[in-house]
């Protein structure tokens, strides 16, 4: 009788496994469809609770726009997003420059639009002092601690690295805290003595559109206590980046539907929540060769960044 039962109990385990293997590899629909959505990724340069929140809306008016279905996905680092496209977790990604380049460079992803902020399709970095701080020029940055934003941060970390290697400056304590909002806090709190985050200039009216604006509602004095002490080169804007092998008439739908809804004011109000952005223009690949030609200056092996 055991040794019938136990026929019995590996049969059933045969076929039990049979069966979830066979379901595992039941074909998904065709990608846009509800059970195998359009996977949209979001570099998480800012809280992912103000991503989340205010990407509802426009992945709602881009399934309404388009006829496919969308998720999204917002990983913990910079990295993460890069290899979601060689893990083939993501069909499209809004990504920062460096990002691209990796996503490029690793898995043949391509830049097809680039974003608009404040009327210009670039940025920069800046480094940061607490306005007692004493210090007033870069040499005075000599030992002292240091936060940059993240690893794979093109305002937050390779620019200011480049400055900083350029002037030949040897930090004390260096961190990352992750998230541009962040280097500001550290900074304002003392925490460290300088830090680096994305820069942006002034409005007509004066008001300060930099990474202190993200915490104006904690610190309203930020302005007076976090001052500039450099601003890097210029960036090519953060690229909306879709895998090789998209199929064309989903990469061209979403890029018409974006567009349209960035055109609106309320697309606007919540592009500029996520990342400050206010349009779109087009993009190619060719508009990133610069950044390459400055992360071989600076001879950073990108290999240690991979998860």
């Known amino acids: 009788m055991r040794s019938g039962l136990k026929v019995r109990m590996v049969s059933s385990l045969f076929w039990l496994s049979t069966m979830l293997l066979l379901a595992g590899c039941q074909p998904k629909g065709e990608l846009g469809s509800r059970d195998n959505p359009v996977r949209l990724y979001f570099t998480p340069s800012v809280d992912a609770d103000t991503i989340a929140s205010n990407s509802r809306e426009f992945i709602r008016f881009l399934e309404q726009e388009t006829g496919d279905y969308y998720?999204?996905?917002?990983?913990?680092?910079?990295i993460a997003v890069v290899e979601a496209f060689g893990s083939g977790r993501a069909d499209i990604g809004a990504m920062n420059s460096f990002g691209y380049l990796m996503a490029n460079e690793r898995y043949g992803a391509r830049a097809h639009l680039k974003m608009i902020r404040h009327g210009v399709d670039y940025y920069q970095g800046q480094i940061v002092v607490r306005a007692d701080s004493g210090i007033e020029t870069l040499a005075d940055l000599e030992g002292r601690r240091f936060a940059f934003t993240d690893p794979a941060s093109t305002s937050?970390?390779?620019?200011?690295?480049?400055?900083?290697?350029?002037?030949?400056?040897?930090?004390?304590?260096?961190?990352?805290?992750?998230?541009?909002?962040?280097v500001i806090t550290m900074v304002y709190q003392g925490q460290v003595d300088a830090g680096s985050?994305?820069?942006s200039a002034p409005?007509?009216?004066?008001?300060?559109?930099?990474?202190r604006q993200r915490v104006l509602t904690q610190f309203p004095d930020v302005e007076q206590q976090v001052r500039i002490l450099a601003v890097t080169e210029?960036?090519?804007?953060d690229p909306f980046v879709f895998r090789k092998d998209l199929p064309d008439e989903i990469r061209d739908r979403f890029i018409s539907a974006?567009?349209?809804?960035?055109?609106?004011?309320?697309?606007?109000?919540?592009?500029?929540?996520?990342?400050?952005?206010?349009?779109?223009?087009?993009?190619?690949?060719?508009?990133y060769d610069p950044l390459r030609e400055m992360i071989r200056a600076i001879e950073l092996d990108t290999n240690r960044l991979l998860l």
Do not use: C, W
């Open 258 to 287: 974006v567009k349209k809804f960035l055109a609106s004011d309320e697309g606007q109000d919540i592009f500029r929540n996520i990342y400050s952005v206010e349009g779109l223009v087009d993009a190619s690949d060719a508009d």
């Open 71 to 78: 998720v999204t996905g917002i990983p913990t680092s910079y």
């Open 203 to 211: 409005a007509a009216d004066g008001s300060i559109r930099d990474a």
């Open 197 to 199: 985050a994305y820069y």
């Open 156 to 182: 937050g970390y390779f620019f200011p690295l480049k400055m900083l290697r350029d002037a030949g400056i040897r930090l004390g304590n260096e961190t990352f805290a992750m998230k541009h909002d962040n």
């Open 234 to 237: 210029k960036i090519p804007n």
